[in-house]
Nanobody, 121 residues
Framework: QVHLVESGGGLVQAGGSLRLSCAASGSISSINAMGWYRQAPGKQRELVAVISSGGRTTYADSVKGRFTISADNTKNTVYLQMNSLKPEDTAIYYC???????????????WGKGTLVTVSS
């Protein structure tokens, strides 16, 4: 079992930056890929970015060029660097353990509790 804990959320003005962290503990060697999702009020949870254990990354079109996902294996932590933030990026951000295949990312039922990002206009 892998335990996930997010941090780094907060309030930022439009155009600003935040870096989210997702610390993993437990059976780290079992991780194939990690994803960041977000859920805005009244909306469905959406996939934002994914990184595989081999370093392959994918992004939602809405964040391409603004967000960067990375991993520090020495710290068992995945990061989401968010630049040029917009009010529509406001959401609770969750990290997730999953599997990245050529057909896409498949989330496992393993989620952190989330961290709130609020972008003011």
């Amino acid at each position: 079992q892998v335990h996930l804990v997010e941090s780094g959320g907060g309030l930022v003005q439009a155009g600003g930056s935040l870096r989210l962290s997702c610390a993993a503990s437990g059976s780290i060697s079992s991780i194939n890929a990690m994803g960041w999702y977000r859920q805005a009020p009244g909306k469905q949870r959406e996939l934002v970015a994914v990184i595989s254990s081999g370093g392959r990354t994918t992004y939602a079109d809405s964040v391409k060029g603004r967000f960067t996902i990375s991993a520090d294996n020495t710290k068992n932590t995945v990061y989401l660097q968010m630049n040029s933030l917009k009010p529509e990026d406001t959401a609770i951000y969750y990290c997730n353990q999953g599997i990245l295949l050529s057909s896409g990312y498949y989330p496992m039922d393993n989620w952190g509790k989330g961290t709130l990002v609020t972008v003011s206009s």
